[in-house]
């Protein structure tokens, strides 16, 4: 439809955009205002073809270079402001180039297509991060892209790697493993995971080795596992990350790494092994007990048998005694997940009610779906096209609707979406609306949110439906009564006129009787 080719022809001028924009970063790199950048490049080991495979750039210290130069290429401030390359004043809107003296790494998805980019900072800065991302837009989404996924996916090798940083992956990339994808900037998504099992059944999942990074693999396992993925874990040794590993061992020793990685239950299990003495016997039973825990959740009994013997050899019991730590253990769960589900079931409203006293939801249900599809957009700006027709009216709560109808006004006129945009709202209100996006946690797409939609407008129009059959058995008791009263009345009248009638017929024979007498009287 006309919607549909708008929108469309938008993203292919953001494409492009992005496409020259990367072509002028990489042209820097290799100017001599570029010397740095390179110099800095070449010494963490990126050869020069390196340079040309992943199309790395270098933006300069300037404030309006990348600005100027786009602008001569015909492409309007509007759609600069679109792009996320560009920062806007705030004090006379002038635009100013986002990414400065920063080495940059253009991002690209699996079509080919320059979608944003990554910008590590040169000189340190304590005010400036590190590394700063392009912001999400109409074309760029970090929870659905994944960094060298463009070529990872033309990979002869059965699996593919996932690293933390761009520097992880090119890495690994130079040394022959073609198969490395990186996260954009942020923790693993069920996004990225669903991404990941289009091409490949096997993951091998390599994060460093500090507290922080065992963090990130121990949360990404289960989203791997629900895509329907086989993990591996693999653990480095001697080397804070797969880039240092590398230019300290080679690829072989690295290959012989891959080939010894644990799968994930091996992974897990070790983790807890590290946290217990086996030597005393109060440690060696907590670590029975958390194993099983583990162990409990695997699906199969054979699964749960091989793993449990694994634990009982390594705790010194029997296997009949681990076997039944892991059937309690499984007992135990089931019984968590019921009583926590009879808990949401049974939830009184007020425990979901907005802690403001001056908020309150009058349709439950209705609003918990509405919070979610407002911080769905918030999250993601791009699924208001999928939202169909939907407008504030439809919404139980009207703060909700009012919110959700500014964003979708601020999207149909490409200006930025964020909570901080919105006007004519209290403090308060803010305040609430902001907890929306923190307690919403879940899968960020299309279905989810069509489903939260037909789940509060379904909501709605069932209160509707039994309002209106409500107020029809009013109207037909309110018709009843009345038509209970004309027939009361209607009976009354029938009654008088009986009694009339009867009166009537009493009195007019004796009336017959007394002419009669009369005239014999007087005859």
């Excluded at 300069?60 to 401030?77: E, F, H, I, M, N």
């Excluded at 005393?280 to 670590?287: I, L, S």
């Excluded at 634990?311 to 019984?335: F, G, H, N, P, Y």
């Excluded at 059959?469 to 109207?475: D, H, I, P, T």
Aim: glycine content about 6%; proline content about 2%.
């Amino acid at each position: 439809d006309e919607q549909y080719q708008s929108r469309y022809r938008q993203q292919e001028r953001l494409w492009a955009l992005h496409k020259e924009a990367a072509r002028f970063f990489h042209s820097k790199l290799l100017a001599p205002e570029g010397e740095a950048a390179l110099h800095y490049a070449l010494g963490r080991g990126m050869p020069k073809s390196t340079l040309i495979r992943f199309g790395i750039g270098y933006a300069p210290d300037s404030w309006s270079s990348l600005v100027d130069v786009l602008r001569k290429k015909g492409y309007t401030d509007e759609e600069l402001r679109s792009s996320g390359l560009v920062t806007v004043s705030k004090k006379n809107g002038n635009l100013f180039d986002r990414f400065r003296d920063r080495l940059m790494f253009p991002i690209i998805d699996v079509r080919g297509n320059v979608i944003g980019f990554g910008g590590r900072i040169m000189k340190k800065d304590d005010n400036a991060a590190k590394y700063l991302n392009s912001p999400e837009t109409l074309i760029f989404n970090k929870r659905k892209n994944l960094f060298g996924l463009n070529i990872a996916k033309k990979t002869k090798l059965d699996y593919m790697i996932l690293v933390e940083g761009y520097m992880d992956a090119i890495a690994l990339h130079q040394y022959g493993f073609d198969c490395a994808v990186a996260s954009l900037g942020t923790s693993l998504t069920e996004e990225h995971a669903v991404l990941l099992n289009r091409y490949t059944e096997n993951v091998v999942l390599i994060y460093d080795g500090d507290e922080a990074g065992q963090r990130a693999a121990r949360r990404a396992i289960p989203m791997l596992e629900k895509a329907g993925l086989n993990i591996k874990v693999l653990q480095l040794k001697d080397a804070k990350d797969p880039d240092e590993y590398l230019k300290k061992f080679g690829a072989d020793k690295f290959k012989n790494l891959l080939n010894e990685s644990s799968n994930r239950v091996e992974y897990q299990l070790n983790g807890i092994r590290k946290k217990y003495d086996l030597n005393e016997d109060e440690q060696r039973v907590k670590f029975i007990h958390e194993a099983a825990e583990l162990l409990c959740t695997l699906p199969g009994a054979a699964k749960r048998e091989v793993y449990g013997s694994r634990v009982a050899e390594v705790a010194k019991i029997s296997t009949d005694v681990m076997k039944k730590e892991i059937e309690r253990a499984r007992i135990r769960l089931q019984k968590r997940e019921k009583k926590k589900q009879e808990q949401i079931d049974l939830s009184p409203a007020r425990n979901h009610q907005p802690q403001s006293r001056n908020i309150r939801y009058d349709n439950m249900k209705s609003a918990m779906a509405e919070e979610t599809v407002l911080a769905l957009i918030l999250k993601e700006p791009a699924l208001i096209s999928q939202a169909g027709d939907l407008n504030r009216f439809e919404f139980s709560s009207s703060l909700l609707g009012n919110a959700f109808s500014q964003l979708v006004d601020r999207y149909h006129r490409h200006l930025e979406i964020n909570l901080a945009v919105l006007e004519d709202f209290s403090s308060e209100e803010m305040s609430h609306l902001a907890g929306i996006t923190l307690r919403h946690d879940g899968p960020v797409n299309e279905t989810a949110l069509k489903d939260c939609i037909a789940n509060f407008v379904e909501h709605r129009y069932d209160v509707v439906v039994r309002r209106t059959q409500y107020e029809l058995r009013k109207a037909e008791e309110r018709a009843n009564q009345i038509e209970k009263s004309h027939l009361a009345e209607k009976q009354v009248r029938k009654e008088e006129q009986r009694k009339a009638t009867t009166l009537s017929c009493a009195v007019a024979p004796n009336a017959s009787i007394r002419e009669t007498k009369s005239k014999n009287v007087y005859s």
